[in-house]
């Protein structure tokens, strides 16, 4: 089939130009991470194995706090963020889940943004959101508006996963080349201005051909999710090809930069090496083996891979590492949680929809959403499922904070789940 540029805009990637990389980490050595292994054998993944607490914090429910189905969570410094499907962005106090107040607003105007999704700094606490006008829209960790950070490249098709800063104040932004010269890149600016480049991925040198699709659909919010787990949440492009079993789909928010404690780390779809971004360089750092169920970047397009395993969301922190990864992706979409333990090297797959048994608390069990860079992982439960389970566990013995749960009615916001 003709090979398009539209699957490079978030999700196509391949084996990084050597120029731009080195073969080892600093040490000479490569973390190799036996994940195809542990696909063979799933098993039920046990919170006690991973976290030493679990903490619940009710959102306060006001009218203007109302969430509604399909969101996304995150901390950033003691605020708790939740993106929304009325296209806000509320904070909410880490400790208290009271409600704060509504972080800018979508619109044109000096403080407004495109998107509600964002990121931000955890030890500045300021909180970044993408523009209309190549520019990143920050605010502080109370939700006032600060300024307006000019990009000085192109950022069509950049979602919130496409940014990072490193430690010297040099912002990061992940470019697909589908509009340019079909190449993708790491682009580095500080003050306004370029810095430097590392192209990523050796491409195709073939203009995108529109007539090679057949049809397109779009997927968002609690849909999304639903199919293609958290990684969904800013929306999820699924392209049949004309040609028969051929076909791409784009997860805009798949896993690319994120920061884990004070370094920046690299991963592009396609390609199982994870990088360390050290000055302008990028530097492997690990290697997530699949081993049988590894889809090379030559077979992409390809919709009878329902063997290989397609990884969309990397949740790293000190000690453990949670992969989420999709098998059958063209036909019966199969989520997975592969959770990793640094110092024993221990490796653990089970099914995203059994999520993480909670035999710490004895509640409903835990499905990690994102994680800090502090390391705390969180989620959330919708009150109708924390409702349902009291009716159903009267007699069970629980911790005194989940008893206080029971408070929660159907209607109400969610409950966020901290653990760490």
Same mark, same amino acid.
């Given at each position: 089939?003709?090979?398009?540029?539209?699957?490079? !805009?978030?999700?196509?990637?391949?084996?990084?130009?050597?120029?731009?990389?080195?073969?080892?980490?600093?040490?000479?050595?490569? &973390? =190799?991470?036996? @994940?195809?292994?542990?696909?063979?054998?799933?098993?039920? !993944?046990?919170? %006690?194995?991973?976290?030493?607490?679990?903490?619940?914090?009710? +959102?306060?429910?006001?009218?203007?706090? !109302?969430?509604?189905?399909?969101?996304?969570?995150?901390?950033?410094?003691?605020?708790?963020?939740?993106?929304?499907?009325?296209?806000?962005?509320?904070?909410?106090?880490?400790?208290?889940?009271?409600?704060?107040?509504?972080?800018?607003?979508?619109?044109?105007?000096?403080?407004?943004?495109?998107?509600?999704?964002?990121?931000?700094?955890?030890?500045?606490?300021?909180?970044?959101?993408?523009?209309?006008?190549?520019? @990143? $829209?920050?605010?502080?960790?109370?939700?006032?508006?600060?300024?307006?950070?000019?990009?000085?490249?192109?950022?069509?098709?950049?979602? %919130?996963?496409?940014?990072?800063?490193?430690?010297?104040?040099?912002? $990061?932004?992940?470019?697909?080349?589908?509009?340019?010269?079909?190449?993708?890149?790491? +682009?580095?600016?500080?003050?306004?201005?370029?810095?430097?480049?590392?192209?990523?991925?050796?491409?195709?040198?073939?203009?995108?051909?529109?007539?090679?699709?057949?049809?397109?659909?779009?997927?968002?919010?609690?849909?999304?999710?639903?199919?293609?787990?958290?990684?969904?949440?800013?929306?999820?492009?699924?392209?049949?090809?004309?040609?028969?079993?051929?076909?791409?789909?784009?997860?805009?928010?798949?896993?690319?930069?994120?920061?884990?404690?004070?370094?920046?780390?690299?991963?592009?779809?396609?390609?199982?090496?994870?990088?360390?971004?050290?000055?302008?360089?990028? #530097?492997? &750092?690990?290697? @997530?083996?699949?081993?049988?169920?590894? /889809?090379?970047?030559?077979?992409?397009?390809?919709?009878?891979?329902?063997?290989?395993?397609?990884?969309?969301?990397?949740?790293? &922190?000190?000690?453990? #590492?949670?992969?989420?990864?999709?098998?059958?992706?063209?036909?019966?979409?199969?989520?997975?949680?592969?959770?990793?333990?640094?110092?024993?090297?221990?490796?653990?797959?089970? @099914?995203?929809?059994?999520?993480?048994?909670?035999?710490?608390?004895?509640?409903?069990?835990?499905?990690?959403?994102? =994680?800090?860079?502090?390391?705390?992982? =969180?989620?959330? !439960? &919708?009150?109708?499922?924390?409702?349902? /389970?009291?009716?159903?566990?009267?007699?069970?013995?629980?911790?005194?904070?989940?008893?206080?749960?029971?408070?929660?009615?159907?209607?109400?916001?969610? $409950?966020? =789940?901290?653990?760490?």
């Amino acid at each position: 089939m003709k090979k398009t540029y539209l699957c490079q !805009l978030t999700v196509a990637s391949c084996l990084f130009l050597a120029a731009c990389n080195g073969d080892k980490t600093a040490d000479g050595k490569l &973390s =190799v991470i036996p @994940l195809g292994t542990a696909i063979e054998k799933p098993v039920e !993944l046990k919170a %006690s194995d991973y976290f030493k607490q679990v903490r619940y914090v009710p +959102l306060e429910t006001t009218d203007s706090s !109302l969430i509604g189905k399909g969101p996304y969570v995150q901390i950033i410094k003691d605020r708790i963020l939740v993106s929304t499907n009325q296209s806000q962005c509320l904070m909410f106090d880490k400790g208290t889940g009271k409600f704060i107040k509504q972080v800018g607003h979508i619109g044109n105007d000096p403080e407004g943004y495109n998107s509600v999704f964002c990121w931000g700094d955890n030890e500045t606490g300021m909180i970044y959101f993408n523009g209309w006008n190549k520019d @990143l $829209v920050c605010y502080d960790q109370d939700g006032v508006f600060q300024r307006k950070i000019k990009i000085p490249f192109e950022t069509m098709g950049a979602s %919130s996963t496409s940014f990072g800063y490193q430690n010297d104040g040099t912002f $990061v932004l992940y470019k697909s080349g589908i509009l340019g010269d079909g190449k993708n890149n790491l +682009l580095f600016f500080k003050d306004n201005m370029p810095v430097d480049s590392c192209s990523t991925m050796a491409t195709d040198e073939q203009p995108f051909d529109p007539s090679n699709i057949g049809s397109i659909a779009i997927f968002k919010s609690e849909t999304g999710i639903e199919l293609f787990g958290p990684t969904a949440y800013e929306g999820t492009i699924v392209i049949d090809y004309k040609e028969p079993e051929t076909g791409c789909i784009i997860l805009n928010a798949n896993t690319r930069l994120w920061r884990q404690d004070k370094e920046l780390y690299f991963k592009e779809a396609y390609n199982d090496t994870i990088y360390q971004i050290k000055d302008r360089t990028l #530097m492997p &750092s690990g290697v @997530l083996d699949l081993g049988k169920y590894h /889809w090379s970047f030559s077979e992409r397009f390809m919709k009878n891979k329902d063997n290989a395993a397609l990884i969309t969301q990397i949740l790293d &922190s000190e000690d453990r #590492m949670i992969v989420r990864f999709i098998r059958e992706l063209f036909h019966k979409p199969t989520l997975y949680n592969a959770v990793i333990t640094k110092s024993t090297g221990d490796v653990k797959v089970g @099914l995203y929809a059994d999520g993480m048994k909670d035999d710490l608390t004895n509640y409903l069990p835990l499905q990690p959403m994102s =994680v800090s860079q502090a390391g705390e992982y =969180v989620g959330l !439960l &919708s009150a109708a499922d924390a409702a349902e /389970w009291f009716e159903d566990n009267e007699n069970k013995e629980i911790p005194q904070q989940v008893k206080e749960l029971k408070r929660i009615g159907e209607e109400d916001n969610p $409950v966020v =789940v901290i653990m760490k």
